[in-house]
């Protein structure tokens, strides 16, 4: 276990800049998900701290120790890939042994090491067969069992569970969650998949353009955005975000606001700064589940005409084509079915809504 620093790291390929100095502490014991759109240096950042690419600038410390110009094999850390890249003519011990062996274990413990793992990771039936002879799922648990023999300071993930399928997504993310609890290791993980992040991450790091937009507790994030990158990235379906006008502050801590693509006029919202609120262009935010449908005789803020329902058996989902900025989602409770054309009436839940300024930060 170790803690792992980057101090002011860069990365530029020739003239292109793909990582902007940042810097970033990752606690012993922390399971920090890296997420981002494709493409923004999450790869990078990761093969830095592996070493299997060179930082432009500054410093990556683990356990205190300047391991910047270090050898991957001299960092104590251990990386899984998307592509389990497990040798196909060596058998799962074979293969889970590997670096050991080139690493000078004696046989006697490669071999203890290797059942350890197994144990842990429910290999033992399979130590004797060939990648080949195994199933997706099982392939990416001797990958991660090829890391865990070594003992690494630091787990690196790159996209791991990305080649499986649904379901194996689910299991191998449980067991990913346990192996954390059970190694106590401190893991850095890079996911598209907004589930891993949420349920495996201590603390999510969002990246864009090789920059870090935020930092922090997955509910943190989801409930405290500190932009509207980050609003629109954390949660699906994303977050409504709507052109608003700003009429005034209350003084109060609210911004009294237009929204004319939800027909929202004169709404109270609530303002991270209360003193942030000057009249104007603004940018307004709404999750789905935080537009309330209204029942007859209930009260409503906005009326919303249905143009189509998705319903995934647990939630439902109405989609409202009206805004210029494509639909706007609001959540339904199940067993409720608008027909296309119907219109519906929702309130927006107390405190629930974001206010940004137009280029999107946070007010
Ligand atoms: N060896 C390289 N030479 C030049 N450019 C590179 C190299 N490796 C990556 N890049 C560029 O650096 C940027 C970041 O790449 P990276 O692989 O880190 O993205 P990513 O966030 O992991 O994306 P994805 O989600 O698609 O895996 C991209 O624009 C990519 O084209
Ligand atoms: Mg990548």
Known sequence: MAVTELRNVSKSFGSVRVIEPLDLTVQSGEFVVIVGPSGCGKSTLLRMV???????????????????GKEPSERGVAMVFQTYA??????VRENMAFGLEMAGVSKAEREQLVLKAARTLQLENYLDRKPK???GGQRQRVAIGRTIVRDPKVFLFDEPLSNLDAELRVQMRLEIAKLHRELGATMIYVTHDQ???????????????????????PSELY???????????????????MPAIVHAGDGEGHAVI?????????????????????????VFGVRPEDLVWARDGEPSDITLTCEIVEDLGSNVFLYNAASRDGS????????VHPAP????RFRISDGASYLFTEAGARL
């Open 133 to 135: 002879q195994l199933s």
């Open 195 to 217: 589930v891993e992040a949420m349920t495996l991450a201590t603390r999510i790091v969002v990246l864009r353009d090789g920059r870090i937009e935020q930092v922090g507790p």
């Open 50 to 68: 592996a070493g299997l690419e060179t930082a432009s600038g500054g410093q990556i410390l683990i356990d205190g120790s300047d391991v910047t």
């Open 328 to 335: 706007i989602v609001a959540e339904l409770p199940r067993g």
């Open 258 to 282: 237009d929204v004319p693509a939800m027909g929202l006029k004169a709404f109270s919202a609530p303002l991270r700064d209360r003193l942030a609120a000057l009249p104007g262009e603004a």
């Open 223 to 241: 409930a405290d955005p500190d932009n509207t990158f980050v609003a629109g990235f954390i949660g699906s379906p994303r977050m409504n975000l």
């Open 86 to 91: 497990l040798y196909p003519h060596m058998t």
């Open 341 to 344: 054309g119907e219109t519906v």
